[in-house]
T-cell receptor
Framework: DAGVTQSPTHLIKTRGQQVTLRCSPK?????VSWYQQALGQGPQFIFQ???????QRGNFPDRFSGHQFPNYSSELNVNALLLGDSALYLC?????????????FGPGTRLTVT | QQQVKQSPQSLIVQKGGISIINCAYE??????FPWYQQFPGKGPALLIA?????SEKKEGRFTISFNKSAKQFSLHIMDSQPGDSATYFC?????????????FGTGTLLAVQP
């Protein structure tokens, strides 16, 4: 049973560029959440996708956007990259909100903005 | 502001000793409290979780103690091993809503000395 997978593993971008990160949820899960983890900090909630819709957004600007596909996989897009966007981006998958609370994280994508 | 406060920031324990990490939360609507273990360069791994209807939950060497009136919960690692050396995060969420976003503590870096 494959767990949560994310790609790419590492990414280096320049300020002002755009980036797309990808996530495939654990088998049987239909909900994907994205978190940003700065160095030495706990993960911060960006948003959650369920039924191909953004259900809730954390305190992140509109430069951060996402998408969920019919197969439940998801993308995180960040436009106009800033140096402060450098972080580990984590995807977590879970069952439908309200049915189960366990969230399982992928290995993350390390984004470096120079 | 929904917050989860975690302490200590770092912890050094001798092999075979007990590691104790504490967390406190503010929002009484939280009803799911997981602990995650994270190794360098990896995503957080769900370790153990508890709900407010029980005061203690044990899984192997890991125990969560929960004090609803004090709005505090703690992780106890019995017989700590060098392989337990990692960063531990507590988190909290509210089930039954549109999402089950996790609010994380700031993390505790545990070092178990052989």
């Amino acid at each position: 049973d494959a767990g949560v997978t994310q790609s790419p593993t590492h990414l280096i971008k320049t300020r002002g560029q755009q980036v797309t990160l990808r996530c495939s949820p654990k088998s049987g899960h239909d909900t994907v959440s994205w978190y940003q983890q700065a160095l030495g900090q706990g993960p911060q909630f960006i948003f959650q996708y369920y039924e191909e819709e953004e259900r809730q957004r954390g305190n992140f600007p509109d430069r951060f956007s996402g998408h969920q596909f019919p197969n439940y996989s998801s993308e995180l897009n960040v436009n106009a990259l800033l140096l402060g966007d450098s972080a580990l981006y984590l995807c977590a998958s879970s069952f439908t909100p309200g049915l189960a609370d366990e969230q399982y994280f992928g290995p993350g994508t390390r984004l470096t903005v120079t | 502001q929904q917050q989860v406060k975690q302490s200590p920031q770092s912890l050094i324990v001798q092999k075979g000793g007990i590691s104790i990490i504490n967390c406190a939360y503010e929002n009484t609507a939280f009803d799911y409290f997981p602990w995650y273990q994270q190794f360098p360069g990896k995503g957080p791994a769900l370790l153990i979780a508890i709900r407010p209807d029980v005061s203690e939950k044990k899984e192997g060497r890991f125990t969560i103690s929960f004090n609803k009136s004090a709005k505090q919960f703690s992780l106890h690692i019995m017989d700590s091993q060098p392989g337990d050396s990692a960063t531990y995060f507590c988190a909290a969420s509210k089930s039954g809503g549109a999402t089950n976003k996790l609010i994380f503590g700031t993390g505790t870096l545990l070092a178990v000395q052989p």
